[in-house]
Structure formats: structure tokens, C-alpha cells
């Protein structure tokens, strides 16, 4: 879920332009696994996008979590078929299998050309049957292909009017990874944070309805703030609350729901990127570090006027805490690029 707000979340965040820009058994890996859902039986997901050293970052946290989430195919522009997959989705989908958690493949409207996820993409989509029923199709085969066992929509930026076309889609993805995988293959999806019912259903989610053809729902809970606001914290606990709430609201029980976690941060004031991984920061952030037990969060106001904000290990507890308390299905981590699926332990 990826790419948000034309940025892209990646291994590759250096510390230097902050600071300048200034197989186990089965037995084994399930009480890993219990270990990564704080022991509640909290399912974990980890995503993850191809690239140098990602199938290591997947070997170590598949002994952890339920699921990895592969970031990999995209719509074409015309709605009608799918992009070249990134090389790697197959080796990381072994990976993941081999270490004891169940691999499925991300489906996006991310356009490069833009460098964000399209509308236009997702309408072009969504708006016709043949191309709902094509994709749908093409995507259990690719995963079949692929040898995960699940296909995630993360259709993002969406409009009102594309609402009835995505169910449609979530119903024809739905028979088809059945008919291609099997009836216990998942269709997940991700779905942009709103503090609201209309909220939802303005940018496309008819949640009720949805839940017809959708096993489960990571609400993607991060990007409160970022580059293109004021600075804030990327997903605070009373605000990640709110989105809770209102995809309950919604017509999604909480047995469904998966919190989505931030496994990064931004700065605010300098140049360079952005984004950067919870290591950065801390580097950059230094003495000045100060963490908020109400938001769950860290940030910084640096001499030179910058602002740091991010999430890190400690965030992902607190928020493994929250998933418990509200009786969420499990956690899901943006992304094992930048953060290391986290242990539960306090530290």
C-alpha cells in the first residue's frame, strides 16, 4: 500500500540526506509468530517491495508474521491488462512459504508516470466489466504463476463513483483466485484511512458491501501527515482509533480488520527525500528524540528548523497493544524496507 502521496517507501533512505539536508519447524515458527501478535493471536502482516536484499528481510520476518506482502503488479494505464512483474516476486514468495508465512501478491493503480497512485488508472478499471473480468482473471493466474496464495487489491486515490465497480471487481478477483487457487485463497484489500463513513465512501469504499467478497481489510493507518501538510505525526493512536471506528461503522467487524502500522517518517524543512527509514531519524534526531505515549510516536524539532516525525519499533508495539484492545484481527507493517518486523518484547 504502498506508495502514498507520490512517495515511495524503499530500503534506499540514507541517513546522510537527513543529516545533510540537512526453515524452522512448524512448531517453531508459530510461536514466532505468536511472539511478532503480542501472544493474542494477532495475525502479522509484513510488506515488502522487491529489490537487493529483500529476500533476506523476508527470510528473517517470515518466521515472525502470518502473511508477507509482496508489492508487485500494477494495472495498465488503459485498465484492461497488467504491467511486467518486478523480478524477485517469485523468490520472495518462496522465501516467505519456506519460512512458515503465507505470501500474497499486491495489486496497485500506482502509475510511474506520475509517481503516485492514478484515478485514472483505477477508473479505467473498475468502469467495465470486460477489463474488471480480464484482470481478475490474469491476477489469480499470476499468482498461481507466482506461488502465493493470496491476491491483496490496493486500488488507492479513488473516487465516489468508482465505488460499484470495485466491489464488482472484489466479486470477479474473488471467484477467480477460488477457481485458480482454491476456496481457502484470500482476497485482501487495502483501503486508505478515513475518520468517517462518507469519509469511505468518497474515495471509493463501499465497505458494507465489500465485505461480500473480501476476507479482510488493512486499514491503512499512516500518512495522518506528511510532505504535503504541516508537519504531524504519521498516524497517531486517537486517530488511528477514529479510523477504526469508522470502518466499523462501515459494515467491516473487527474481526476482519488489520491496523496498518508505519515503519517510517518524514521530515519537514530541508531537501532531499522526505521519507525516511526510523534509523535516520534517530540519527538525525538525536538528543532532541522525544516520544508521545498518547500519539505513540516519536519526532524532533531540530536547531535548524527542521521536523521529524516518525514511527519505529516502540510505534509498532504500541499499536500491536491497540489492535489487541480493540479486538482487530492483526497488525500490518509498511514496510520490512525500512523497519525490521519488530518483536513484542519491551526493550
Known amino acids: 500500500m504502498v506508495r502514498r502521496s507520490g512517495l515511495v517507501v524503499t530500503g534506499a533512505v540514507v541517513v546522510a540526506l537527513v543529516l545533510g ?57 488503459d485498465g484492461a ?22 505470501p500474497e501478491l499486491l495489486v496497485s493503480n500506482y502509475s510511474e508516470s506520475i509517481g503516485d497512485f492514478s484515478p485514472e488508472v483505477g477508473t479505467a478499471l473498475l468502469s467495465d466489466a470486460g477489463n474488471r473480468s480480464q484482470v481478475a482473471s490474469r491476477l489469480a493466474e499470476l499468482a498461481a504463476e507466482q506461488h502465493v496464495r493470496g491476491v491483496q487489491i490496493d486500488l488507492e486515490s479513488l473516487r465516489g463513483r468508482d465505488r460499484a465497480g470495485l466491489v464488482a471487481f472484489a466479486g470477479a ?103 525516511l527509514s526510523p534509523d535516520a531519524a534517530r540519527a538525525a534526531a538525536g538528543s532532541a528524540a522525544t516520544w508521545s505515549a498518547r500519539t505513540g510516536e516519536w519526532s524532533a524539532t531540530l536547531d535548524d528548523g527542521r521536523e521529524l516525525h516518525w514511527s519505529d519499533a516502540r510505534s509498532y508495539r504500541a499499536r500491536v497493544a491497540l489492535a489487541q484492545h480493540l479486538g482487530l484481527h492483526g497488525v500490518a ?8 518486523l519488530p518483536g513484542t518484547e519491551t526493550t
Not at 28 to 34: P, Q
Not at 50 to 69: K, W
Not at 81 to 101: F, H, K, Q, S
Open 81 to 102: 491488462g497488467l504491467n511486467d512483474l518486478p523480478v524477485g516476486v517469485e523468490a520472495l514468495a518462496r522465501t516467505a512459504t519456506d519460512g512458515g508465512a503465507a
Open 333 to 340: 507493517l509498511w514496510s520490512l524496507n525500512t523497519l525490521a
Open 173 to 275: 478477483l474473488q471467484t477467480a483466485v477460488h477457481d485458480r487457487l482454491g476456496k481457502d485463497a484470500e482476497v485482501s484489500m487495502a483501503v486508505m484511512a478515513s475518520t468517517s463513513v462518507g469519509g469511505y465512501r468518497d474515495t471509493g469504499y463501499d465497505l458494507g458491501a465489500l465485505a461480500d467478497h473480501v476476507d479482510r481489510f488493512v486499514l491503512m493507518t499512516y500518512d495522518q501527515h506528511g510532505p504535503w501538510s504541516d508537519p504531524g505525526t504519521i498516524g497517531s493512536l486517537p486517530w488511528a482509533k477514529r479510523v477504526v471506528a469508522a470502518a466499523e461503522r462501515s459494515g467491516v467487524p473487527a474481526d476482519r480488520i488489520d491496523l496498518g502500522i508505519a515503519g517510517y517518517g518524514y521530515v519537514w524543512g530541508g531537501s532531499g527525500d522526505p521519507q
Open 21 to 77: 539536508g540537512c526453515a524452522a519447524g512448524p512448531d517453531a515458527g508459530s510461536a514466532a509468530r505468536a511472539g511478532a501478535g503480542a501472544g493474542a493471536g494477532l495475525a502479522v502482516e509484513a510488506y515488502v517491495e522487491p529489490g537487493d536484499g529483500s529476500v533476506g528481510l523476508v527470510s528473517d520476518a517470515s518466521r515472525r508474521a502470518t502473511t508477507i506482502g509482496i508489492d508487485g503488479v500494477t494495472v495498465a494505464d
